[in-house]
């Protein structure tokens, strides 16, 4: 047996076997079985070997054709607004506005009478007109009825013309099209919220949508969050509507409601914990929001609290002046081990990953994206910044932390499109970006489960199939060592185990 047991004496609850088995242990990445009790990870090595945990009281569970794996941590989705978009029209996959038109005429006819119609996801760069739809093409749709259409990215949103006038702003010339940008804040208060029907809907189809997908812990990253956020999320979980354990950032904006409180990084239980604090920065016509020095500021005082913080830095300057501001901050206030996060980082070039490396950073990447949206990037991204774009095997190959997340829903939760991305280096259309990134698929795997632990500092019980570690699995159909790269994203999850209870089964769908 090539693993320490942790105590000889006890049985095992749950017992798989028969399967391909990558326990993303460095040392001993392969094993043919896994004995699982009290929620734990009790003992892995061969089927011989783990004969002495079993008794009449253990299932066992073959696995023969499949794959086990540890269950993939998404560091990065907004699960609430992931949820709303179930009460509205699906427009990610409208390719021109006609079909967006269409898209929302449904919902039309589905929204109860005096509720906005609601539609999620388009992109204006996948739409035949190349542009972005306007209050006339939604006026088309209906003039009596408010409607709201949000971009992908939540960073644009267009009115109809009913809309902009419930929400005040009909005269303002400044949206005479209808679109607005970068006017999120503005939208919540202007638009009346979900109902909580609704929202709850939405919250248990999400809980569900993970498990389907082997997402068995995942940080919610909404920059909006109060402590108010993580009460409901304690609320979905111990009303059984979210099953994977959720790390929960806190929006810098509430950073002190989490000083008043007293709470202490990381603190909660195994199912809620507080996350990173998050800060946001933009970059709009060559102006960042916040400036270079409120950005250190803020960083700083996350920092001197012992938080961990999370800035969303895309474009290079934003990540240059992130990286200036947690290099500023370490150095004034050293702390071991601070693994702050930059989330994106999608534009980084050489002089950053010394900062990186240095400051014990992490870069929390989004790999699907390159599959959803490389073929926008190959158009639109400017080509001597490609090199830089979304790097992973150069973070790894300097001794950077990187870790794959999906952002969901600005593109769908799909860890193992993740994974097949991370390798290929390919959009769905087949284009190649920066092909030189491309990760092995030990390295691409360790992307969505040991290094989705390492970000939320809990390298030591979760993302690998080891004794001692909570037992939360995937199990997919089909041999992942055996499916070629591009493949990778059709395999099947079959089952998603969750502290040692199958929480997900494809045979009960
Ligand atoms: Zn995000």
């Not at 990381?266 to 409120?294: A, N, Q, T, Y």
């Not at 206030?333 to 996060?341: G, L, V, Y």
């Not at 050489?350 to 790999?367: A, E, M, N, Y």
């Not at 360790?446 to 390492?454: C, S």
């Amino acid at each position: 047996m090539f693993f320490v047991l942790m105590s000889s004496s006890v049985t095992a609850d749950l017992f798989l076997y028969g399967g391909h088995i990558l326990t993303l242990d460095p040392y001993h990445p392969q094993a043919e079985a896994v004995a699982i009790a009290d929620g734990k990870i009790l003992a892995v090595g061969s089927v011989s070997e783990l004969q002495p945990f079993l008794s009449s009281h253990t299932e066992r569970l073959s696995c023969v054709g499949q794959t086990v794996l540890p269950g993939f941590i998404d560091p990065h989705l907004h699960l609430l607004s992931w949820a709303s978009r179930y009460s509205g029209a699906d427009a990610s996959t409208a390719r021109s506005i006609p079909e967006l038109q269409l898209a929302l005429q449904q919902q039309l006819t589905r929204a109860s009478a005096n509720a906005w119609v609601r539609g999620y996801g388009y992109d204006e760069f996948l739409l035949a007109e190349k542009r972005h739809p306007t209050k006339h093409d939604l006026d088309a749709v209906t003039r009596e009825r408010p409607i709201l259409l949000r971009h992908r990215t939540g960073h644009a949103a267009v009115l109809n013309s009913r809309a902009l006038e419930l929400a005040g702003i009909e005269h303002d010339s400044a949206f005479s099209e209808g679109v607005l940008f970068e006017m999120e804040p503005f939208l919540r208060t202007a638009v009346p919220q979900l109902s909580a029907d609704a929202l709850e809907d939405g919250v248990r189809r999400v809980g569900q949508e993970l498990l389907h997908q082997g997402v068995t812990s995942f940080h919610d990253a909404s920059a909006g969050n109060t402590l108010e956020d993580l009460a409901l999320f304690q609320r979905f979980h111990s009303e059984s509507m979210v099953a994977s354990r959720a790390t929960v950032m806190i929006g810098i904006n509430a950073f002190s409601q989490v000083l008043e409180a007293s709470l202490s990084p990381f603190s909660g239980d195994d199912w809620v914990r507080l996350g990173s604090i998050k800060i946001m920065v933009h970059e709009s016509r060559g102006l960042l929001s916040p400036s270079p020095e409120e950005l250190a500021e803020m960083i700083e005082r996350v920092h001197r609290h012992g938080f961990q913080v999370a800035v969303h830095a895309v474009e290079e300057a934003p990540v240059c002046i992130a990286l200036d501001g947690i290099a500023r901050a370490v150095q004034r206030w050293p702390r071991p081990d601070p693994r702050h996060r930059l989330e994106h980082c999608s534009i980084c070039p050489p002089p950053f990953l010394d900062i990186l490396r240095d400051t014990g950073s992490i870069v929390v990447t989004q790999p699907g994206f390159l599959h959803f949206y490389g073929e926008k990037y190959a158009a639109e991204v400017p080509q001597d910044l490609h090199p830089w774009l979304y790097r992973t095997k150069s973070f790894l190959d300097c001794g950077i932390h990187v870790a794959g997340s999906s952002d969901c829903p600005i593109a769908p939760l799909a860890p193992l499109l993740g994974i097949q991305a991370a390798m290929t280096r390919r959009a769905s259309s087949g284009a190649s970006l920066n092909p030189e990134e491309a990760l092995d698929l030990s390295s691409a795997l360790a992307l969505f489960t040991t290094a989705g632990a390492w970000v939320g500092f809990e390298e030591t019980t979760k993302g690998r199939i080891a004794p001692g570690f909570a037992a939360d699995l995937v199990i997919l159909d089909g041999e992942v060592l055996r499916i070629p790269p591009q493949d990778i994203g059709t395999m099947q999850v079959a089952k998603t185990i969750i502290g040692g209870k199958v929480v997900w089964s494809k045979a009960l769908e």
